[in-house]
């Protein structure tokens, strides 16, 4: 889930340094769009380390004159990719709950959305482990928008705790990273790493789970 405008924007995985002026045209727009499109695919399927930009020309159907207009490095580009794509790249975070909301059933719903959108996404998230270990400013900028992530979730566990609704005893902080690690770990396994006994059972159930584990731990009622 995204934050509300009170929480302010989140922190960007791409390097504003490397992302240019749009084109002014719809034809240059589109053009952009189509190398985007290619970019991630060939991301996807390659690695980052493998990808050369012919490779990215080729998946587009367009000359390396075409490719340079737009973009001045395979760096340029995925920049490009991640700054299109982060807003779905969700990280689990709790809505506001009012007096009426379950508060389990919250939580359970903002994993679900999570794990839905982690499943649209699953081949460019492991595409983003594998930079952020070979990219120490790229690690850097990921791990920072976790954070922020993690931020949020811990106002939500403290505002819980305010009401009753959480073990008090808890640090609200440190509470948060353990659970969003948890989820984001988890999502990580099943859709990425994967193994058959891990593959075969539903999202729901998964879901659930992490999501009871999460009430337990912040004994809810």
């Known amino acids: 889930m995204e934050p509300t405008d009170s929480e302010g924007a989140l922190p960007s995985m791409a390097r504003t340094s490397l992302l240019r002026d749009l084109p002014t045209t ?29 490779d990215i020309t080729q998946e587009a ?6 490719f340079y207009t737009y973009f001045a490095s395979k760096e340029e580009i995925f920049a490009a990719i991640l700054e299109r794509a982060q807003e779905d790249m969700m990280h689990p975070g709790m809505a506001h709950v009012t007096g009426e909301d379950d508060p389990a059933s919250i939580v359970e719903a903002a994993n679900l959305a999570y794990f839905e959108a982690y499943k649209r996404n699953a081949k460019l998230m492991g595409l983003l482990e594998q930079v952020a270990n070979i990219d120490p400013e790229f690690g850097k900028l990921r791990q920072q928008r976790a954070d922020a992530f993690i931020g949020r979730n811990a106002r939500g566990i403290a505002e819980l705790q305010r009401r009753g609704l959480a073990d008090p005893s808890l ?6 990273r ?21 593959e ?9 789970t992490v999501s009871r584990l999460w009430a337990n731990a912040l004994r809810m009622p």
């Open 26 to 54: 719809q034809r240059g727009l589109r053009t952009r769009d189509g190398l985007i499109a290619a970019g991630r695919t060939v991301f996807e399927r390659m690695g980052y380390l493998d990808t050369r930009l012919i």
């Open 61 to 66: 159907n367009c000359s390396s004159g075409t």
């Open 171 to 176: 640090d609200p902080v440190l509470t948060s």
């Open 178 to 198: 353990a659970l969003s690690s948890m989820v984001s770990r988890m999502a990580f396994n099943y859709f990425v790493t994967g193994g058959e006994e891990l």
């Open 200 to 208: 075969q059972m539903p999202m729901e159930e998964v879901v659930h």
